[in-house]
């Protein structure tokens, strides 16, 4: 079975730009999840879904990020406008019926903004 | 304090050594504990759930301390393919569900 498919696996844009970044989570994981990490700050977690519905969005650092979960199958994180503290690793993971289970995540999206 | 600690290392060892990592966290509420594996550039792995009663998966061996609020890995027989970064992640649902990373341990095993 495919895994957790993430695209673009790499982004580099210039500082204003929007930055979207896609997720696929493995077929009938109820939950995904968006992830960040850094040097400085390690994996931090964005937000969570549940059946395609943000369930706790509490790790989003400012309204310039926003994400969405149009169906069980896909789901979109955009950066706008996009700054180069933004520049990170960005993975999506999904778990199967809990949050508590274990989390499948997908390669990362690297992301540069110069 | 940050709510998930981890000896940040780097551990080097020969290889057939044995290594421990420890982990402590804050919150005791906490649910669900678990290692993942983190190769360089690449996304993290899950190696194993952590239970109270404690776990082995060959190698491994994984427990959990509720009372002291820590939950170590053990790695017997060290393989140099066992070099990477082992994190230390707990879930949590106390005033909203979380997921947290530790900062990760990285782990060199040599010939």
């Known amino acids: 079975d495919a895994g957790v498919i993430q695209s673009p696996r790499h982004e580099v844009t210039e500082m204003g730009q929007e930055v979207t970044l896609r997720c696929k989570p493995i077929?009938?994981?109820?939950?995904l999840f968006w992830y960040r990490q850094t040097m400085m700050r390690g994996l931090e977690l964005l937000i969570y879904f549940n059946n395609n519905v943000p369930i706790d969005d509490s790790g989003m650092p400012e309204d310039r990020f926003s994400a969405k979960m149009p169906n069980a199958s896909f789901s979109t994180l955009k950066i706008q406008p996009s700054e180069p503290r933004d520049s990170a690793v960005y993975f999506c993971a999904s778990s199967l019926a809990s949050q508590y289970d274990t989390q499948y995540f997908g390669p990362g999206t690297r992301l540069t903004v110069l | 304090r940050k709510e998930v600690e981890q000896d940040p290392g780097p551990f080097n060892v020969p290889e057939g050594a044995t290594v421990a990592f420890n982990c402590t966290y804050s919150?005791?509420?906490?649910?669900?504990f678990f290692w993942y594996r983190q190769d360089c550039r690449k996304e993290p792995k899950l190696l194993m759930s952590?239970?109270?009663s404690g776990n082995e998966d060959g190698r491994f061996t994984a427990q959990l301390n509720r009372a002291s609020q820590y939950i170590s890995l053990l790695i017997r027989d060290s393989k140099l393919s066992d070099s990477a970064t082992y994190l230390c992640?707990?879930?949590?649902?106390?005033?909203?569900?979380?997921?947290?990373f530790g900062a990760g341990t990285r782990l060199f095993v040599k010939a």
């Open positions: 952590v239970y109270s």
């Open positions: 919150n005791s509420a906490s649910q669900s």
């Open positions: 077929s009938g994981h109820d939950y």
């Open positions: 992640v707990v879930a949590q649902g106390t005033g909203g569900f979380k997921t947290i």
